[in-house]
């Protein structure tokens, strides 16, 4: 019986994972400002707005927040949350609450992170500003690597702001994500 549940939760978890991730990249990209044709703008757009659409008549965007798509990004982080405590999950309602919002916080955190690499991996074989994915990386990533940048400037062509961001980005995990995890757990 724990292989099933254990498959159960599997796919539970890989497919709530990526929809709460297509919702935070579509705030992302629009948080950066990126250009609404580029494919993978096109491909988040059209995915996400016909649920999103009609939620953000009651929730409207602050500034650059799309907080309709943060809404529902976390109310599926909940979904998950609930189906999970459907097969057997113990948790309480306090760390439910908890619990979904550190789900959504991780999630956004994986996505720059996973960005942060391929645009690393990228910048030795296309040039970042041509290609139109490339562009929408840079754009999702700038605002990261940029505070990295001006710590430590580029050495001998070789920009080590990635690979900072990308380490202060699993030490965020490590220390607050994972602590936070363990605490909606017991709540």
């Known amino acids: 019986m724990p292989y099933l549940f254990n498959a159960a939760a599997f796919l539970i978890q890989t497919i709530f994972d990526f929809l709460v991730g297509v919702f935070l990249v579509r705030a992302m990209l629009i948080a950066v400002n990126a250009a ?54 113990r948790v309480g309602a306090f760390g439910w609450l908890l619990g979904a919002f550190v789900a959504v916080f991780g999630i956004a955190v994986w996505i720059v992170f996973w960005a942060l690499l391929i645009r690393a991996l990228l910048s030795f074989f296309a040039d970042e500003r041509a290609h139109p ?55």
Do not use: H, W
Request: aromatic share 6%.
């Open 36 to 89: 609404f044709y580029d494919p993978v703008c096109q491909f988040v757009y059209k995915l996400t707005n016909p649920v999103v659409a009609p939620i953000r008549r009651l929730l409207p965007r602050v500034g650059k927040i799309e907080i309709a798509s943060i809404a529902i990004a976390y109310a599926l982080a909940l979904v998950e949350l609930a189906l999970l405590a459907a097969l057997g999950l």
């Open 133 to 187: 994915n490339a562009r929408v990386l840079v754009q999702l990533t700038e605002p990261v690597v940029r505070p990295f940048r001006r710590l430590v400037p580029p050495v001998g062509g070789m920009d080590l702001s990635f690979l900072i961001a990308s380490v202060v980005l699993i030490l965020v995990r490590l220390l607050a994500i994972m602590p936070l995890t363990d605490l909606a757990a017991r709540l």
